[in-house]
């Protein structure tokens, strides 16, 4: 075995189902073996920023590694706001970069891609991964390919491994994954007893779900761990898409002043907030008229819990859940949750299409043919999905990027098979729209909605005077036919639902629908949304 084909078995046993990936000359040689080897199916995209949200969607969705190979400077460096947007919402990529050539590196020549230092790249992705190692020693490389993956998925962040080109094809021992550190189980008693008896004296306790219960597989425990205590369940902006295939008693997604008045109610006025796995952000948390004390709170997160005013250092999810289960008595108390609703049944009329006529028209669609996984972009198009009842979602609610909905959508596909909704605005598009020209490759064949409002439109709300938001109209409908796909613009709501009953029909090619939504008409979370932070900026 060599060391390329040593990481690639080992990478399959930490659960990667794929590699995406853009080569060049750096990474030509451990590409070659990666096609040859056959270990882990390899996906080409067209642009870097495409690689890594693609190998972030796949590891959010299948809740294990995602993988995105490139090369060495231009290709790596050009990949590093999207691993940044997996580090902080915590979704496990593995950076495979190519690296120059360990005879090379003492030329003393300055090589091509080299920023500042040979070792820039590594320095500015150590800034974003949890882990990282140059395999530069084919005798380490194994206990060293162990120690970051296991990272990796231990704290669900992404690592960053660099292969100097002449190390890939020299022999190499096969990884030994490492086990997991023991836990101290009189610590993690400790803190059970202090949070059940914490949720016992709360006269309104409630569980907040965030990321951290998905990426660690958690969501059934979670959810029977909710229906034990009787503890009626929200999750966070971030968290949108959680337990939504689980039977727990979900009551809908936190948003302060965006969000719907009861949720808001049942969170700020409780007096034991369970967050567990909770990413403890802004847009989780900023959008509120009463500031929730987080000293207040019992806080999950990292590998640690948080009660109070003191910590308990390494006590992972994973154990917490299991270990609290166990505590709980069997017996599950029902009790009644009053649950968001959704509109359906859109009008088939002339009048023109605001976002929230589309959430409409896609829960029409999952109630006719099932629900689909979502892949959002950052824009009015991700409020729009609260409005869509609740499914699987991939979307950067946090960290904020555009670019994300296209080629998320396209890990999603690679790597569950399973056909994908895309949702994404005019501005993103522009950005990563161009990856669906690589569907046709590899069979891919999801449904595209475009909100095209001509307009970079979530910043003219909060700057109405600029017009330099002004995008002007690009025909994306158009363009779907040379990239491989179907499109069609639509700006009526009787043509959208024919648009989608039309897409959702037709399967082995990307369906792209071009919706015209005039400027100024948001959909109803977002004005909710700029209506709350005005109201608080107006306080301050
Ligand atoms: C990579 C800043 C946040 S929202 C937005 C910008 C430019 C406008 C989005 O326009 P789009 O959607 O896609 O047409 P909509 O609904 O608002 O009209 N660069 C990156 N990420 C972010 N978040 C920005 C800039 C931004
Ligand atoms: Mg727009």
Redesign the pocket.
Known sequence: MNLTESLLHSLKEHGARQIFGIPGDFALPFFRIIEQSKILPLYTLSHEPGVGFAADASARVTMSLGVAAVTYGAGALNMV?AVAAAYSEKSPVVVLSGGPGKGESRSGLLLHHQAKTLDSQLQMFKEITCDQVKLDDAARAPADIARVLANCLRNSEPVYIEIPRDMVALPCAPVIRQDDPEIDRDALDACVDEILARLSQATSPVLMAGVEVRRFGLEEQVALLARRLGLPVVTSFMGRGLLAEHDAPLVGTYMGVAGLPEVTRLVEESDGLFLLGEIVCDTNFAVSETKIDMRKTIQALDGQVTIGYHSYAQLPLAALVERMLERVEVHERSFAVVRQTFCYNLPADEQCIAPTDIATAVNDLMARHGKMTIAS?????LFTAMEIEQTALVAPGYY????YGVPAGLGVQAATGERPLIL??????Q?TGWELGNCRRYGWDPIVLV?N?E?????RTFQPESSFND?GRWDFAQMAAGLGGDGVRVSTRGQLKAALDKAVATRGRFQLIDISIPRGVLSTVLQRFVAGVKRINAVK
Request: proline share 0%; charged share 15%; with cysteine.
């Open positions: 706001n972009d950052m824009g009015d198009c904020a990027t555009m670019g994404v605005g005019d501005g993103a598009f950005m909100f409002n307009s970079w439109e979530m910043l995008l």
